[in-house]
């Protein structure tokens, strides 16, 4: 499928133009049932069953009982079924800040929100990303952080920056989370235990001579408490957010 090309900008690659309803499906053929919607949705179920690993176009056909060939006529290559899983995943954005809301509450809000889908949905954060956000969803979701920072005096591109180190720091959040959970199972470790059992390792081979700083961080006992994500995050994102709060004050000036 070639991309779409006019005299107003740059060619519209046919996964956005699919993204964005504006291909028109192919003629009517031997599986008319067939939809982009469709397969897009029997991929995303593929992947919260049975992983990012497991989809490929003919896993897909086979989902929908299709002949694989059949699903090239909606979707052109397994890169562009990505991009268009991806912005099905991510789903709805959260909405703008509440009006009872300021900035800060409505970017807690926000973030919390794609801390949510990436958590239920890990194999979104193992689909490379090749550029800014561009499909429906997705700028759904940067516009509903963008309309949290009205009001401010952040210049717009501040606001954008400030945007990125959010989603970027939620991103890396869910990443490390996802890879802690899956290397502590596999070890036959359940998650919460994963952090007390290090401590323990840890003190076993450790001079307290060399490594005073972590032996007071040993003997505190902070380390064999049981570890829950969730603190860690809010931690994180709230001293992201003490930034941008330090910065909007120094705009007001």
């Not at 060619?11 to 067939?34: D, F, M, T, V």
């Not at 501040?158 to 502590?184: C, D, F, K, P």
């Not at 359940?190 to 450790?206: D, F, H, K, N, W």
């Not at 060399?210 to 570890?227: A, I, K, N, W, Y």
Request: aromatic share 6%.
């Amino acid at each position: 499928m070639a991309a779409t090309t006019d005299d107003n900008g740059p060619a519209i690659p046919p996964a956005i133009e699919s993204a964005w309803g504006l291909r028109e499906r192919p003629p009517k053929g031997p599986r008319p049932g067939l939809t982009v919607g469709g397969i897009v949705d029997a991929a995303v179920r593929v992947a919260d069953t049975e992983g990012l690993a497991a989809v490929s176009m003919s896993r897909v056909a086979k989902e929908l009982g299709a002949a694989t060939m059949a699903l090239y006529r909606y979707v052109g290559s397994k890169d562009e079924l990505l991009m268009l899983m991806v912005d099905a995943g991510y789903g709805p954005p959260p909405g703008p800040a509440a009006p009872e809301d300021d900035w800060r509450a409505g970017l807690t809000r926000w973030a919390w929100a794609e801390h949510d889908v990436l958590r239920q949905r890990t194999w979104l954060l193992h689909v490379p990303i090749t550029g800014p956000p561009i499909t429906p969803q997705q700028l759904g979701w940067l516009e509903d952080g963008l309309r949290c920072l009205d009001g401010t005096a952040l210049a717009e591109g501040e606001r954008m920056s400030a945007l990125l180190l959010i989603t970027g720091y939620v991103r890396n959040e869910a990443t490390l989370t996802a890879q802690i959970t899956e290397g502590s199972r596999a070890a036959g470790i359940e998650p919460g235990e994963m952090m007390p059992a290090y401590s323990r390792m840890v003190s076993r081979l450790i001079d307290p001579a060399r490594f005073p700083s972590l032996h007071r961080v040993l003997t505190s006992g902070v380390l064999g408490q049981e570890d829950n994500p969730d603190d860690e995050f809010v931690f994180g994102l709230d001293r992201i957010l003490d930034g941008i709060e330090a910065l909007i004050r120094r705009r007001a000036v």
